[in-house]
């Protein structure tokens, strides 16, 4: 149709045609998380009622939003976290931007991340998107707010992206933990926050996964050989507020004087279901009533099987194309299909170089196979 002729135009009457395509292109892969980190220097006041120090640090990856951008937070201090937001306020007086701020994101969130009403709370923003340094000079202070002394003297906070070489890990997703009746506030978050599903955010230097709550992001799990750094604690998985140091073989937190910020410790090393009998209230601490009556918290680690990667139905379709004999041509009709046939007649009369081209990806003719193709390949050839 054309506004000016409508469906009797005369682009139609001299045949002119509009063309349509279908595109399928081949998936890029995402970079692992770990690949990349973010740095923030030379921030020169407090804010937000922290102090200057808790902002200059690492920002590590704490997955991808909704809105396909990495969410990071802050290494050591982690009440600071960095997020791209198309719309922070929610009502188009912000920006598209990177914002800094104090805001706990939603991961699922398409834009207004920080689930803001009338206002941005926010302390820097960059909204440059390319580039991997960045010398921002609008930023706030507690002194002064947006208009304080050291952007009137030029002083600028330099951001950086920094990518690195990432190191082989197991599949994350695959473990999580889930807390179960939390009777009590504790460290001044209610028991709603601690009752949720604690997912994998990578293996720390020791060796051990470190988990976060996918809903309320403050409580951590992690196990700490040294909590305190004085062995005044024993080796522990630890239920606490504190992020952990990635990096640190023990005394994750960087607790010192031997305190070890925890509300939960798990001594046990085996089994998937703890009952725990000492746990903390804010309303009597270590001897709180819930522990006088004996209610127990459940901790369960759970570990989901992963899924197989199947072989696709487009390619069986293009193995068809392929001049492999008759016993094969049965074999991939089965398979779109979903039937089951003996394998081996067409495998074993299939090269292996030949073999490596169509199974070298390692796909799986079904949900209930035991092995991949390639694998079935191998083991046709004995």
Same mark, same amino acid.
């Given at each position: ?100 701020? =104090? ?159 925890? =509300? ?8 998937? !279901? ?47 194309? !392929? ?60």
């Amino acid at each position: 149709m054309c506004d000016d002729g409508m469906w009797e135009n005369i682009f139609i009457e001299r045949g002119h045609r509009v063309i349509i395509e279908v595109h399928n292109t081949e998936s890029r892969p995402e970079p692992p998380m770990s690949e990349t980190f973010v740095t923030v220097t030379d921030y020169p006041c407090a804010t937000h009622d922290r102090p200057a120090e808790s902002l200059n640090q690492r920002y590590v990856s704490r997955g991808m939003g909704a809105n396909g951008k990495e969410i990071f937070q802050g290494e050591q201090f982690g009440e600071w976290w960095i997020f791209f937001d198309h719309n922070c306020g929610g009502d188009d007086s912000h920006d598209p931007a990177w914002y800094l701020t =104090t805001t706990h994101p939603d991961f699922g969130a398409l834009e207004n991340l920080g689930g803001n009403i009338g206002g941005c709370e926010n302390t820097l923003q960059v909204r440059e998107s390319e580039g991997t340094r960045f010398e921002v000079e609008q930023y706030m202070c507690d002194d002064g707010g947006w208009e304080n002394d050291f952007i009137e003297r030029g002083h600028r906070v330099i951001i950086e992206v920094h990518n690195t070489e990432s190191r082989p890990e197991p599949p994350m997703g695959e473990t999580f933990v889930t807390v179960s009746d939390y009777p009590c506030a504790t460290h001044g978050r209610p028991a709603e926050s601690l009752n949720q599903r604690y997912v994998s955010r990578g293996m720390g230097a020791n060796g051990k996964a470190i988990f976060q709550g996918e809903q309320y992001g403050d409580w951590w799990i992690f196990f700490d050989d040294n909590c305190g750094g004085d062995n005044s604690h024993d080796p522990a998985w630890y239920l606490t507020i504190t992020p952990p140091d990635f990096a640190a073989l023990e005394n994750l937190g960087g607790n010192t004087e031997g305190s070890c910020t925890n =509300t939960m410790q798990v001594r046990e090393s085996e089994g998937t !279901r703890f009952e725990v009998e000492q746990y903390m209230c804010d309303d009597g601490m270590w001897e709180n009533g819930f522990r006088e009556r004996g209610h127990k918290v459940i901790i369960e680690v759970h570990n989901i099987e992963p899924r197989v990667a199947l072989c696709p139905r487009e390619l069986f379709s293009e193995w068809l194309r !392929r001049d492999l004999g008759e016993s094969c041509t049965s074999l991939f009709i089965s398979a779109l299909a979903q039937e089951h046939r003996d394998v081996c007649d067409c495998l074993r009369g299939i090269p292996e170089d030949a073999a490596l081209e169509l199974f070298g990806s390692e796909c799986y003719f079904s949900e209930s196979s035991d092995r991949s193709f390639m694998q079935r390949w191998r083991d046709c050839q004995y």
